[in-house]
């Protein structure tokens, strides 16, 4: 597919999707659509390449993309899709790294053999996000040493899942030249700002944590911090999704506002009880939803673009059901529906380097001493600044013990994980997976390991 030449003439940018055929690519498109309406043309995106190791999902993704564009005014990138890795690095500027190793019959896995021993079944959380890194770190080192040799002044956004985990598993490689990032932070502020009065876009944020392990511990507005006030106000706390799902009293109790993830943790006896008693498993609902998107449209076709926001929908409405069922049962708010999120802040991201945009976004990089108590060489989930020079965290001050306690366990989870991915380690696997806090059996979690054999993959798409 090849679109009209940028009118402006600018030099623009390659931009790589690895997972180009994930479900999700429409959305970075569509930002990248939106981005061609600033007046600024220099450091737009004039050329994306779609890397995928199924092209039948490319074929789908594609035609998505075709009427994704032919509906929007202004310069759309030109589209390219591959199946060689190499050849979609070659030349790249910057690179997004939103893979699935196994597709969806891994995840599958993953979250079915813990809860068959009494454990958590989820993505990133839990022994199913110990599984899943044990089969995703090998394939996200294997790129990032691709990247080093054919692109090495390239930036690579990683959305890849544990995004924390394979993030710093990457900088090992890359260095700071690997950014992680997630939509749940910045969707989290953006709802307590709305709760507490402000507009997102003026409010100054402290947060402080891993990826899907953080806490929202200040909103300022013109020097004035709203969150005692917000958690004061009963009303205002319960009419957003967080408040919602850790309750009014909690929220009092802890200070602070959580990431959803950590429901998992707070209230991990209902969520795992909800899970349970669920007809399917996450990864069983996206993997029936999307056999039947991709195959309707593995030979491209008319009304891809209707078929894939109706399939969007559907998702972004059921998305963490059980936890929304175990805390009371209620529906997501329309504004929460949109599916804008983490390509939001990719792009937000992108332009600040490419452009030098100084801005400050959450994100997931080395530490570097931003937060006291972890190493240098951690990669946190906190506030950075950032420019053409890349991403900077900011130093967040003292955590609280709680919050710094289960950091630390969790980073423990996450080296424990990369060494026995990369080593071969069945100890290290063990160590990973044992240390986890809601894990509770070694023997339970020697089971896990034997009847959960990290599925054999090459790099995938995103579910």
Same mark, same amino acid.
């Given at each position: 597919?090849?679109?009209?030449?940028?009118?402006?003439?600018?030099?623009?940018?390659?931009?790589?999707?690895?997972? =180009?055929?994930?479900?999700?690519?429409?959305?970075?498109?569509?930002?990248?659509?939106?981005?061609?309406?600033?007046?600024?043309?220099?450091?737009?995106?004039?050329?994306?390449?779609?890397?995928?190791?199924?092209?039948?999902?490319?074929?789908?993704?594609?035609?998505?993309?075709? *009427?994704?564009?032919?509906?929007?005014?202004?310069? $759309?990138?030109?589209?390219?899709?591959?199946?060689?890795?190499? *050849?979609?690095?070659?030349?790249?500027?910057?690179?997004?790294?939103?893979?699935?190793?196994? #597709?969806? /019959?891994?995840?599958?896995?993953?979250? @079915?053999?813990?809860?068959?021993?009494?454990?958590? #079944?989820?993505?990133?959380?839990?022994?199913?996000?110990?599984?899943?890194?044990?089969?995703?770190?090998?394939?996200?080192?294997?790129?990032?040493?691709?990247?080093?040799?054919?692109?090495?002044?390239?930036?690579?956004?990683?959305?890849?899942?544990?995004?924390?985990?394979?993030?710093?598993?990457?900088?090992?490689?890359?260095?700071?030249?690997?950014?992680?990032?997630?939509?749940?932070?910045?969707?989290?502020?953006?709802?307590?700002?709305?709760?507490?009065?402000?507009?997102?876009?003026?409010?100054?944020?402290?947060?402080?944590?891993?990826?899907?392990? #953080?806490?929202?511990?200040?909103?300022?507005?013109?020097?004035?911090?709203?969150?005692?006030?917000?958690?004061?106000?009963?009303? $205002?706390?319960?009419?957003?999704?967080?408040?919602?799902?850790?309750?009014?009293?909690?929220?009092?109790?802890?200070?602070?506002?959580?990431?959803?993830?950590?429901?998992?943790?707070?209230?991990?006896?209902? /969520?795992?009880?909800?899970?349970?008693?669920?007809?399917?498993?996450?990864? *069983?609902?996206?993997?029936?939803?999307?056999?039947?998107?991709?195959?309707?449209?593995?030979?491209?076709?008319?009304?891809?673009?209707?078929?894939?926001?109706?399939?969007?929908?559907?998702?972004?409405?059921?998305?963490?059901?059980?936890? @929304?069922?175990?805390?009371?049962?209620?529906?997501?708010?329309?504004?929460?529906?949109?599916? #804008?999120?983490?390509?939001?802040?990719?792009?937000?991201?992108?332009?600040?380097?490419?452009?030098?945009?100084?801005?400050?976004?959450?994100?997931?990089?080395?530490?570097?001493?931003?937060?006291?108590?972890?190493?240098?060489?951690?990669?946190?989930?906190?506030?950075?600044?950032?420019?053409?020079?890349?991403?900077?965290?900011?130093?967040?001050?003292?955590?609280?013990?709680?919050?710094?306690?289960?950091?630390?366990?969790?980073?423990?989870?996450?080296?424990?994980?990369?060494?026995?991915?990369?080593?071969?380690?069945?100890?290290? /696997?063990?160590?990973?997976?044992?240390?986890?806090?809601?894990?509770? &059996?070694?023997?339970? $979690?020697?089971?896990?390991?034997?009847?959960?054999?990290?599925?054999?993959?090459?790099? =995938? &798409?995103?579910?």
């Amino acid at each position: 597919m090849t679109a009209p030449p940028d009118p402006t003439g600018a030099a623009g940018l390659r931009l790589t999707v690895l997972g =180009g055929g994930g479900f999700r690519v429409p959305l970075v498109h569509r930002a990248l659509l939106d981005d061609a309406q600033d007046p600024d043309a220099a450091g737009r995106c004039t050329e994306l390449v779609l890397h995928d190791t199924d092209p039948g999902r490319l074929r789908a993704i594609g035609a998505v993309l075709a *009427e994704q564009a032919a509906g929007h005014p202004g310069p $759309a990138p030109a589209v390219r899709t591959t199946t060689d890795l190499d *050849e979609a690095l070659r030349g790249a500027d910057f690179v997004f790294s939103a893979i699935r190793v196994g #597709g969806l /019959a891994g995840r599958v896995r993953d979250e @079915r053999h813990p809860l068959a021993e009494g454990l958590l #079944g989820q993505e990133t959380v839990g022994a199913g996000g110990v599984l899943y890194g044990l089969r995703t770190v090998p394939v996200a080192t294997h790129i990032a040493e691709r990247v080093a040799a054919l692109a090495p002044q390239a930036w690579v956004i990683n959305f890849t899942n544990p995004a924390g985990m394979v993030t710093e598993a990457m900088s090992r490689v890359l260095g700071d030249r690997v950014i992680g990032i997630c939509d749940s932070p910045v969707g989290l502020c953006r709802r307590a700002a709305r709760a507490a009065g402000a507009d997102p876009d003026r409010a100054d944020f402290d947060y402080v944590g891993l990826n899907h392990l #953080g806490w929202l511990r200040r909103i300022v507005v013109d020097g004035t911090d709203r969150m005692p006030a917000l958690l004061e106000n009963a009303p $205002a706390l319960e009419s957003f999704e967080e408040g919602k799902l850790f309750g009014t009293e909690w929220l009092q109790a802890l200070g602070a506002l959580p990431n959803e993830y950590l429901h998992y943790y707070y209230h991990h006896r209902e /969520a795992l009880t909800a899970i349970r008693a669920a007809d399917a498993t996450r990864g *069983e609902f996206l993997a029936r939803q999307q056999e039947g998107f991709y195959a309707e449209l593995s030979g491209g076709g008319e009304g891809a673009f209707r078929a894939w926001e109706e399939t969007r929908r559907e998702r972004e409405e059921t998305y963490m059901a059980e936890s @929304r069922e175990a805390s009371g049962g209620w529906q997501r708010e329309s504004c929460d529906l949109d599916g #804008g999120g983490y390509d939001r802040v990719a792009l937000a991201l992108m332009r600040a380097i490419a452009r030098n945009r100084r801005t400050t976004l959450i994100l997931n990089v080395r530490n570097r001493g931003a937060v006291p108590g972890l190493d240098s060489d951690a990669v946190v989930e906190v506030p950075c600044l950032v420019d053409s020079g890349g991403a900077r965290p900011l130093a967040t001050g003292q955590v609280a013990a709680d919050q710094l306690g289960l950091m630390l366990q969790l980073k423990a989870v996450e080296r424990a994980t990369v060494e026995a991915a990369t080593r071969g380690s069945h100890r290290a /696997a063990l160590r990973a997976l044992v240390l986890h806090p809601l894990v509770d &059996s070694v023997h339970a $979690a020697e089971r896990v390991l034997e009847t959960a054999r990290p599925l054999a993959a090459p790099e =995938g &798409s995103p579910g």
